[in-house]
């Protein structure tokens, strides 16, 4: 009866992790938890890095942008998934569908962007440090972040088009916990599912190509570190490089299996993995990783709080 209905329905059934109840109360409280660490840390980013005067520079710059593009990213899937685990209904409808595809698209490309234009901005400071005003100025920083949050229309447009296109001649039925483009191949008839391919290969190539330039980026920073006559410039270097490589690295790698993948009928907890590792740990993580290795940032937070707190003391003591 259930398969029925979902076929003749216009909305979707995601099945999640689970049919067990306790395991999907035990799933809802997880991700909550990840879900609040994600926006507690990316929050914190956002706001040192426009209250503190001394992380000012185009790298935090970029940092609390992609803050802002990972709270957004966060709150695309984690949320319904919660609620769909507590409420136990996997529904989700048609155009709520639709929105989930094209903003993890559009946010998915915009974090690629970010990322590589990170890369570049570090290059630039370790290995063109007497012209790195004149690169990175102030105007066209605002012109790069401006073009990164543009871009991901394009590919978050070419995906919904192409995706909800075909038909689907199966039971309306995803075996995730979100709407994943590689779910809706397995439902589609003959060769509909063709365009959708198309645009898949389209954006890997671009996202390959993100990922030579940050890899040459990189290669030519690693170059340069040991050239460096002082054991602190070399170890500053290190702590503002690595956490960035890590986050390129471990994003990419995830989203390329999950994409490159053949799919097959049966949904395999390698599958659900996976989709965790591109599209909730980065976001949670992220925060964490830029600020446990940058002294600027862990300095920064307590900075501001003590402030704060001095601040109201001394106000309370000038009323006596």
């Known amino acids: 009866m259930m398969m029925t209905n979902m076929t003749i329905m216009s909305g979707f059934l995601l099945l999640g992790f689970s049919d067990i109840r306790e395991l999907q109360i035990l799933h809802a409280l997880l991700f909550l938890v990840m879900y609040l660490l994600g926006l507690a840390g990316n929050f914190t980013i956002i706001t040192i ?31 319904q998934s919660i609620h769909n685990s507590l409420t136990g209904s996997g529904y989700i409808s048609y155009a709520q569908c639709v929105l989930q595809v094209f903003f993890l698209m559009y946010l998915g490309r915009d974090d690629v962007a970010i990322l590589t234009v990170m890369s570049y901005d570090r ?73 959708v391919v198309g645009v898949v290969a389209f954006m890997v190539l671009l996202a390959f190509a993100c990922f030579i330039a940050i890899a040459l980026s990189y290669f ?14 070399r170890s500053k270097v290190f702590s503002t490089c690595l956490p ?28 659900l993995m996976l989709s965790i590792f591109y599209t909730v740990l980065p976001p949670t993580l992220n925060p964490i990783m830029y600020s446990l290795r940058n002294e600027a940032m862990k300095g920064a937070v307590p900075k501001l709080l003590l402030g704060r707190a001095f601040t109201q003391t001394k106000t309370f003591l000038s009323c006596f």
Not at 244 to 271: E, I, M, N
Request: aromatic residues 14%; neutral net charge; proline residues 7%.
């Open 123 to 195: 290059y630039v400071a370790i290995c063109l440090p007497l012209h790195y005003e004149v690169i990175i100025s102030p105007t066209k920083c605002r012109w790069a972040v401006t073009a990164v949050w543009l871009i991901g229309v394009i590919p978050g447009t070419l995906y919904i088009v192409t995706t909800f296109s075909i038909r689907f001649c199966r039971d309306k039925i995803i075996h995730q916990f979100f709407c994943d483009v590689p779910q809706f191949l397995k439902l589609s008839c003959s060769n509909d599912y063709l365009a």
């Open 49 to 79: 890095t426009m209250l503190d005067p001394k992380l000012q520079s185009p790298m935090y710059y970029f940092l609390k942008h992609l803050a802002l593009l990972d709270l957004y990213y966060l709150s695309v899937t984690v949320p």
């Open 220 to 233: 030519q920073i690693f170059s340069t570190v040991p050239k460096m006559p002082s054991a602190e410039g």
């Open 244 to 271: 960035h490589l890590g986050v390129v690295s471990f994003y990419l790698f995830t989203g390329a299996c999950a994409y490159l993948k053949p799919t097959s009928d049966s949904t395999t907890a390698l599958d």
